[in-house]
Antibody
Framework: QITLKESGPTLVKPTQTLTLTCTFS??????????VAWIRQPPAKALEWLAL???????RYSPSLRSRLTVTKDTSENQVVLTVTNMDPVDTATYYC???????????WGQGTLVTVSS | SYELTQPLSVSVDLGQTARITCGGN??????VHWYQQKPGQAPVVVIY???NRPSGIPERFSGSNSGNTATLTISRAQAGDEADYYC?????????FGGGTKLTVL
């Protein structure tokens, strides 16, 4: 059974750096083809893909946010970490991590974590 | 960058057929996935690779993709189908989501 869960601060101040952790079970991020993505959703708005890290440590980023995003993995801890620099109120959103295999659909999602950016 | 266009809202009478479209340049040459998202919940795959249903998704859900448009069809719509629906593709190793469609069952 594959599960993912996001954790991190619920409130950050403008200009601060956000660090979120996705802790997963039921699969290994060393298995060929496997990836973990970060996707966010501002309140009452659409899904927005942020980043993805693959089993071989290849990383992909949203072109519009690339300069602010870093994604890393710790395979021994079954965790993927996303950092977002220079947070702004428009970055207020529910942040999800999700599992995919072989560049296909996102079969499993975490419950999401709401991050509010406010002074 | 690649863009996917969805109608903001679609309404369907209870028991009738709803069709939600997703438009993109030569979309038929890409593989489309569809997600259903209910309030306060994470998205769930309802159609993958254009027309495949995951286990547990009713046969009432079907998908097609041709030309510049992919379509999610929900037959015999039920009240429980009310949700937001998103299409998604891969483009040049990045992920693109459509803007989402709110389905209302009347």
């Amino acid at each position: 059974q594959i599960t993912l869960k996001e954790s991190g601060p619920t409130l950050v101040k403008p200009t601060q750096t956000l660090t979120l952790t996705c802790t997963f079970s039921g699969f290994s991020l060393t298995t060929t083809g496997v990836g973990v993505a970060w996707i966010r959703q501002p309140p009452a708005k659409a899904l927005e893909w942020l980043a993805l890290i693959y089993w071989d440590d290849d990383k992909r980023y949203s072109p519009s946010l690339r300069s602010r995003l870093t994604v890393t993995k710790d395979t021994s801890e079954n965790q993927v970490v996303l950092t977002v620099t220079n947070m702004d109120p428009v970055d207020t959103a529910t942040y999800y991590c999700a599992y995919c295999a072989s560049n296909s659909q996102f079969d499993y999602w975490g419950q999401g974590t709401l991050v509010t950016v406010s002074s | 960058s690649y863009e996917l266009t969805q109608p903001l809202s679609v309404s369907v009478d209870l028991g009738q057929t709803a069709r939600i479209t997703c438009g993109g340049n030569n979309l038929g040459n890409k593989v489309v996935h569809w997600y259903q998202q209910k309030p306060g919940q994470a998205p769930v795959v309802v159609i993958y690779r254009d027309s495949n249903r995951p286990s547990g998704i009713p046969e009432r859900f079907s998908g097609s993709n041709s030309g510049n448009t992919a379509t999610l069809t929900i037959s015999r719509a039920q009240a429980g189908d009310e949700a937001d629906y998103y299409c998604q593709v891969w483009d040049s190793s990045t992920v693109v989501f459509g803007g989402g469609t709110k389905l209302t069952v009347l």
